[in-house]
């Protein structure tokens, strides 16, 4: 993956419209080949981070949003939703996040660059 850098653009694919997306419960979207994780937070902010667990390869959308973070479902470890990095043990390795944005009701992710 990229890194957001100022010559790199956002490719913005629709993920969904904002109502698509509960509260606090995250989502699995395929954007292009990549498993991305949505969730809009109760403070109505949208977040995608890279949908596997950097320390067990499972599913982060399976897991539950707690105080702005994301908890994996088999160990427990936990990424922020802002910057994918890991707030407990047994994951030490970040997570990717990618951008988002709102244009009218629809939700769009750029996965072809990271903040």
Same mark, same amino acid.
């Given at each position: 993956?990229?890194?957001?850098?100022?010559?790199?653009?956002?490719?913005?694919?629709?993920? @969904?419209?904002?109502?698509?997306?509960?509260?606090? %419960?995250?989502?699995?979207?395929?954007? @292009?080949?990549?498993?991305?994780? %949505?969730?809009?937070?109760?403070?109505?902010?949208?977040?995608?981070?890279?949908?596997?667990?950097?320390?067990?390869?499972?599913?982060?959308?399976?897991?539950?949003?707690?105080? @702005?973070? %994301?908890?994996?479902?088999?160990?427990?470890?936990?990424?922020?939703?802002?910057? @994918?990095?890991?707030?407990?043990?047994?994951?030490?390795?970040?997570?990717?996040?990618?951008?988002?944005?709102?244009?009218?009701?629809?939700?769009?992710?750029?996965?072809?660059?990271?903040?």
């Amino acid at each position: 993956m990229n890194r957001h850098t100022p010559d790199v653009a956002p490719a913005w694919e629709a993920v @969904g419209t904002f109502g698509d997306f509960e509260a606090d %419960v995250p989502e699995r979207c395929e954007v @292009g080949e990549v498993a991305v994780m %949505v969730v809009r937070t109760s403070d109505g902010e949208v977040h995608a981070l890279y949908d596997v667990c950097s320390h067990a390869e499972v599913a982060l959308s399976e897991g539950e949003i707690i105080d @702005g973070e %994301v908890e994996c479902w088999l160990h427990g470890s936990t990424f922020s939703l802002k910057t @994918g990095k890991p707030s407990c043990l047994p994951a030490v390795d970040p997570v990717p996040v990618y951008p988002t944005k709102i244009e009218g009701d629809i939700v769009y992710v750029a996965t072809n660059v990271e903040l």
